[in-house]
């Protein structure tokens, strides 16, 4: 898919009111940054490269490009990177067959941004292929827009994800409210001059300005994101 992605907008002294929501999906809305490691670990055991449990918080939340080729520089596998994207959805995908917990608060803050008409989309790193399956459990009737991480030219922590869903919903990104759960998640909205609520899933967010982080989505509603409009 090709898109192109505009320069970030401004924010004016134009009002403060909320234009959209945008949510990452692993960690953030399914309770699913566990499996890809699980993955990762069980794949490169299978090549015969025992991965380091430090290596963790250097792949969480990134594109696969980035956090496989990691891993194959980390361990030298005899493996080429489409290869290793191969085996990693595959395994990702058995398991969500399987299990796909959502995340606490995940069902009740989508119903409520549905009832009150708050456009909202979901914004992953994850291929299409990944995100399909799991708006069956999410609900597709949720999201008036999905990006995935192979329709961008650039994906996180590249602020095109988030500047190209803007877009598409013909909002300001300043106006808006981006859910991360990783700090390259949460690069890549800031990147595009969006406001942040972080809920840190593996490793520690630290606050910042335009940037608020809570423990958990259970503290996240439409009233906590209208709000962060009034932050600067």
Same mark, same amino acid.
């Given at each position: 898919?090709?898109?192109?992605?505009? #320069?970030?907008?401004? =924010?004016?002294?134009? $009002?403060?009111?909320?234009?959209?929501?945008?949510?990452?999906?692993?960690?953030? &809305?399914?309770?699913?940054? /566990?499996?890809?490691?699980?993955?990762?670990?069980?794949?490169?055991?299978?090549? /015969?490269?025992?991965?380091?449990?430090?290596?963790?918080?250097?792949?969480? $939340?990134?594109?696969?490009? =980035?956090?496989?080729?990691?891993?194959?520089?980390?361990?030298?596998?005899?493996?080429?990177?489409?290869?290793?994207?191969? &085996?990693?959805?595959?395994?990702?995908?058995?398991?969500?067959?399987?299990?796909?917990?959502?995340?606490?608060?995940?069902?009740?803050?989508?119903?409520?941004?549905?009832? @009150?008409?708050?456009?909202? #989309?979901?914004?992953?790193?994850?291929?299409?292929?990944?995100?399909?399956?799991?708006?069956?459990?999410?609900?597709?009737?949720?999201?008036?827009?999905?990006? %995935?991480?192979?329709?961008?030219? =650039?994906?996180?922590?590249?602020?095109?994800?988030?500047?190209? #869903?803007?877009? =598409?919903?013909?909002?300001?990104?300043?106006?808006?409210?981006?859910?991360?759960?990783? %700090?390259? /998640?949460?690069?890549?909205?800031?990147?595009?001059?969006? @406001?942040?609520?972080?809920?840190?899933?593996?490793?520690?967010?630290?606050? #910042?300005?335009?940037?608020?982080?809570?423990?958990?989505?259970?503290?996240?509603?439409?009233?906590?994101?209208? /709000?962060?409009?009034?932050?600067?």
């Amino acid at each position: 898919m090709t898109s192109t992605v505009p #320069a970030p907008v401004t =924010r004016t002294a134009q $009002g403060s009111a909320l234009q959209a929501v945008l949510l990452d999906m692993d960690g953030t &809305l399914v309770d699913t940054e /566990g499996f890809w490691w699980d993955v990762e670990v069980e794949v490169f055991a299978r090549l /015969g490269h025992p991965l380091d449990d430090s290596w963790r918080h250097v792949v969480v $939340g990134g594109p696969m490009s =980035r956090s496989a080729g990691f891993l194959i520089d980390a361990t030298g596998a005899d493996v080429t990177l489409d290869e290793l994207a191969v &085996l990693l959805n595959e395994g990702f995908e058995d398991r969500i067959t399987r299990a796909l917990p959502l995340m606490p608060g995940a069902t009740r803050l989508l119903a409520e941004l549905a009832e @009150h008409e708050v456009p909202t #989309a979901l914004v992953s790193a994850s291929h299409r292929r990944i995100i399909d399956r799991v708006l069956t459990a999410l609900g597709a009737e949720n999201f008036r827009l999905t990006v %995935a991480g192979d329709e961008v030219p =650039r994906t996180k922590p590249h602020p095109d994800p988030y500047l190209f #869903a803007a877009a =598409r919903l013909g909002v300001d990104p300043a106006r808006c409210a981006v859910v991360e759960d990783t %700090a390259t /998640g949460v690069a890549s909205a800031e990147a595009a001059g969006c @406001h942040v609520v972080a809920v840190p899933s593996v490793a520690p967010i630290a606050p #910042a300005p335009r940037r608020t982080v809570v423990s958990s989505l259970e503290q996240v509603d439409l009233t906590f994101l209208r /709000g962060l409009m009034l932050l600067r």
